[in-house]
């Protein structure tokens, strides 16, 4: 359903909180991908595509700050050209963070997930979407735990919120323009599941069990949410080449670190150009020729601490 505001009128969240209104003049973006990649992803070659994804998210937060508490939702065409999937991203709006705060952590409060192609019983599965009858299962709410953790009695929901850790820490600064980058990795992620718990449809699609395997007669599939997060100043960043094939995948993370600590590397193409690199840090460059995302080899250093705004480098 759309909402419509006058200039004047505030929003306000379930806990009475006022949002923000038509006016608000924030100096953060926030951009919301489904790509493991951050710029140039790859073509969708994926075997198990659905036809749609859909996603409502009710609010993000840093270190608890509620900077974006409005609800907002989205939906997708699962192809290469579709804005969420081809390295452009879909806007979330928000306020202004707190300045001269140091932030360290993104929290976000997945509502639903749903994918379509779900059947039960030979029929298709329907589930409610912006407040409307839509063909689909939501999947998330199977999401909230691991099976082990509620075989155990361990209920710490998982996606409510999914908390992801910044790569880098941010200390705020309202003089400067920010770009907030959450990417959701549902490309070239999902898998039809058959045969789980009878809670379940017959067939349906969810994220990959990659990280927690799943099996017949389980009914919860969490801990397989992937996602990461980038964030840097507008005017404060640098493009590296990297002198590897085309077709690999190639990252950038802060020097010292390692790319397989990440669930989603900050700094990720599906080529061998890394744009949106923030100058300022020493920035360690990987590659993998088997375009496999694991198994990262070190290409060498960029050294960005006295770069200027635009600058290319090439590593090695």
Known sequence: ALLMISATAFLFSCDNEPLFTELIDSNLQVI????????????????????????????????????????????????????????????????????????????????????DAATDLGSP??????????????????????????????YNNLVFPLTIELPYYITYNRDKHYVLEIRLFVKENIKQY??????????????????????AGNKYIGGNVRAGVHMYAIGEVASINVSTPSGTYTCAVESGKNPSSYAVPP????????????IGMRWDIYSNAATSRSGWVLEGTADLTNAANGAVVTVP
């Open 32 to 115: 919301i991908k489904g790509t493991y990649e951050s710029n140039n992803p790859g073509v969708w070659i994926d075997a198990v595509i659905p036809s749609v994804f859909m996603l409502d998210i009710a609010e993000i937060r840093m270190n608890g700050d509620r900077f974006a508490n409005l609800r907002q939702s989205y939906l997708a065409a699962l192809n290469s050209s579709d804005p969420f999937f081809n390295g452009t991203g879909s806007n979330y709006r928000c306020n202004d963070l707190y300045n001269g705060k140091t932030y360290s952590g993104v929290q976000i409060y997945f509502r639903k997930m749903i994918f």
């Open 125 to 154: 599965v329907i589930t409610i979407f912006r407040e409307k009858i839509v063909n689909g299962f939501d999947f998330n709410e199977f999401q909230i735990y691991t099976q082990a953790d509620f075989n155990a009695k361990q």
């Open 194 to 215: 058959t045969g789980m718990d009878v809670a379940l449809p017959d067939t349906f699609c969810a994220f990959d069990d990659t990280e927690i395997p799943t099996a």
């Open 267 to 278: 700094i990720v193409a599906n080529d061998n150009s890394l744009e949106n690199v923030p």
